[in-house]
């Protein structure tokens, strides 16, 4: 199968010459000339086995356009075209195959296991890309389909990586068809050498796209290589730049009227993408300039230097670069510059308050119930006391401290000093988050027992903490979810903590976990880090956690680190997109626990809340951005806040209620100093 045949012809003419009388001699000669002559040579299984006749047929795919070419090769091949079918756009039956049986073949040169779609995944995706009206037949075109499904395979790829199996591809699963181009030309342009990414995307808005004038429509054009590779020698690109846009399917060639060849963009679909990337970017050096003339206009004012009519001009400058911009942006850049406040700002507070205080009741409600009811563990009972801490009307209601404080001492393993979730298993995870309210609440010398040498007994050597103490024969794994928690509740019960000896012995493990922290980063110039350690040969492609990235740098935030360079790369890395997903979002573990022989002995289920960690990681971070990082930072919380529904965090679990309840309040409320 010769897939995209029209770039055989780019070969020299000697190697074209070659392949087709290679290929002839396969398809038409039944011993061929080298078997004749060595015949003596062979043994008699060879001789058998190179007697057999070989069934070999040939399918060529070519575009229509170049059909032409083929004739060069008939001298030879007299049969090649006598065999002829154009591939039509596909009917919507045609097109429910094509997504379901290539997902179906299992390989093990695949990279993911074979998967399946239900129903409403394909619909969406039928009804999304089919065409035709009226009377006329509904078609699908196969192009459409291939970015989509390559998309929903990155996401069983993605679960892959995270230990999930999972084997079907349902409605939540498929990715925004809004974006679904841009994530396709992002994807494409990461396959491209990082040092070279923003040259290619730089050719390609600068060279191959023409903006029709007086209207907002771009088109792509043809350009000349040798004109094109004299502007990748002005970028200072190597000029295999376009062969490496060609592989990625961005850019495509075809031979001009001149004999040479022109590139255009591949496809009409990409194109929005691209212009819409570079808006972005033209949007940032525009906020830069915004920037740079608020500073020289508060310089101005200061120092007086030209005057009244310099200072008039210049603010009739900055109104007409201002006009570009929405009043989002105009809001944002005069806060930060005039109010130089060291929190994000809040552009609607009444929306934000309003939320936050119909979740605090609804928090407050839960937590009358704790020690009353088997619904609510203790772990679940620490988080909601933790999202309430500092307000009035907790403050003055001292009963739920007394009976949260008498449910943890009920529910305590005493043997362990050490809460559980099951029944057989000492859990860092919820003793942590237990322990860390503990401190906060000023409970922690309230139990019989030390609940800190639970957690300094069980720090691994290299200064991480697991997520459960399992039994000896099954393989302990570092995580990031309990390291971090550990080292809040160490931190939150230090205050408690009178005996010296026991506070150095506790803060020299809070060292030891934070370099942990800081030597495992999955991705520093993303500030990313995943579920667990990532170790050599076993864990290379475990992918980053967001929820867990927000919780590990805010974890590293209140323990005084110096990081003013992540909180940096933080705030530059927050995406549009995470800030508009539902706040109930969760990411998943799925971590199998193995013996030494290889066999599954445990799962970690955990779940986390991806929107709530990032939000409180944005606010710890946000002291330490620049001016373009801060302006970031705020429309990113201005996204979450304007997607915020009331109704459905009211909708989800408890435990989710609380935590949303903490990122919220520690966003909106500066006393609410969340540790």
Not at 106 to 124: I, K, Q, R, V
Request: hydrophobic share 40%; glycine share 2%; charged share 25%.
């Amino acid at each position: 199968m010769f897939d995209q045949f029209e770039e055989f012809f780019n070969n020299p003419p000697a190697v074209q010459d070659a392949f087709k009388r290679e290929l002839a001699e396969l398809l038409y000669t039944a011993v061929p000339n080298i078997i004749r002559e060595n015949i003596d040579n062979l043994s008699h299984d060879e001789y058998d086995m190179l007697s057999e006749n070989i069934d070999v047929h040939v399918l060529f795919s070519i575009r229509s356009d170049r059909l032409s070419s083929m004739h060069s090769l008939t001298d030879v091949l007299p049969n090649l075209l006598k065999n002829r079918f154009e591939i039509h756009s596909l009917s919507t039956e045609q097109a429910r195959q094509a997504i379901l049986k290539p997902a179906a073949i299992e390989s093990e040169m695949f990279a993911t296991h074979p998967f399946g779609y239900d129903e409403d995944a394909l619909s969406s995706i039928l009804s999304q890309f089919s065409t035709g009206r009226d009377n006329e037949n509904i078609t699908v075109e196969p192009f459409h389909l291939q970015i989509i499904c390559q998309a929903c395979e990155v996401r069983i790829e993605d679960k892959l990586k995270h230990g999930e199996v999972d084997q079907q591809i349902n409605k939540s699963d498929l990715p925004s068809f809004d974006n679904l181009y841009g994530d396709y030309y992002k994807r494409q342009i990461e396959q491209l050498p990082e040092e070279l990414r923003e040259k290619a995307q730089q050719l390609l808005e600068n060279n191959l796209i023409h903006t029709v004038p007086n209207t907002n429509e771009y088109r792509r054009i043809p350009v000349d290589k040798d004109v094109l590779i004299s502007e990748i020698t002005n970028i200072k690109a190597p000029p295999e730049i376009l062969d490496m846009l060609e592989q990625a399917f961005l850019i495509r060639r075809e031979q001009n009227s001149v004999g040479g060849y022109s590139y255009e963009i591949a496809h009409d679909t990409i194109l929005d993408p691209i212009v819409n990337i570079k808006k972005q970017r033209q949007e940032r050096e525009n906020e830069k300039k915004i920037a740079q003339l608020l500073i020289s206009k508060k310089r101005i004012e200061r120092e007086r230097i030209f005057g009244r009519i310099t200072l008039a001009f210049l603010s009739l400058w900055l109104i007409a670069i201002l006009a570009y911009f929405n009043w989002e942006t105009i809001y944002f850049s005069y806060k930060i510059f005039f109010e130089k406040d060291e929190r994000p700002v809040i552009r609607k507070p009444e929306k934000l308050i309003l939320i936050t205080s119909k979740l605090k009741e609804e928090v407050i409600n839960s937590a009358r119930q704790v020690n009353r009811t088997s619904d609510i563990n203790t772990w679940e009972a620490s988080q909601l006391l933790a999202a309430l801490y500092h307000d009035p009307a907790f403050d003055q209601n001292n009963n739920i401290k007394i009976q949260y404080l008498n449910q943890a001492q009920k529910s305590m393993n005493k043997a362990n000093c050490s809460w559980r979730e099951m029944v057989d298993i000492d859990d860092v995870r919820a003793t942590s988050w237990i322990v860390s309210t503990n401190g906060i609440l000023g409970l922690t010398n309230r139990f019989s027992c030390s609940t800190l040498n639970f957690l300094l007994s069980h720090q691994d050597s290299n200064g991480a903490w697991p997520m459960f103490i399992l039994p000896k024969h099954v393989r302990n794994y570092s995580a990031t979810y309990a390291t971090c928690h550990a080292l809040r509740a160490l931190h939150n019960s230090l205050p408690n903590i009178k005996d010296s000896l026991f506070a150095r012995q506790i803060r020299a493990s809070i060292q030891k976990g934070k370099q942990w922290l800081l030597q495992t980063i999955a991705d520093k110039s993303h500030a990313r880090w995943s579920d667990y350690e990532q170790k050599e040969g076993e864990y290379e492609s475990l992918a980053v956690s967001k929820s867990l990235s927000g919780l590990s740098l805010h974890t590293l935030n209140i323990l005084g680190n110096d990081i003013d360079t992540l909180n940096k790369n933080w705030l530059r890395s927050l995406e549009k997109a995470d800030a508009a997903v539902d706040i109930n979002l969760r990411e998943r573990s799925d971590k199998n626990f193995k013996t030494d022989n290889t066999a599954v002995a445990y799962t970690d289920a955990t779940r986390q809340l991806v929107i709530p960690w990032q939000i409180i990681a944005t606010v710890s971070a946000y002291k330490d951005g620049d001016f373009s990082e801060k302006l970031k930072a705020n429309k990113w919380i201005d996204i979450v806040i304007e997607n915020l529904d009331a109704d459905k965090i009211g909708k989800t679990d408890r435990f989710a209620k609380a935590e949303v309840l903490i990122a919220l309040r520690y966003l909106l409320e500066e006393d609410y100093d969340f540790k």
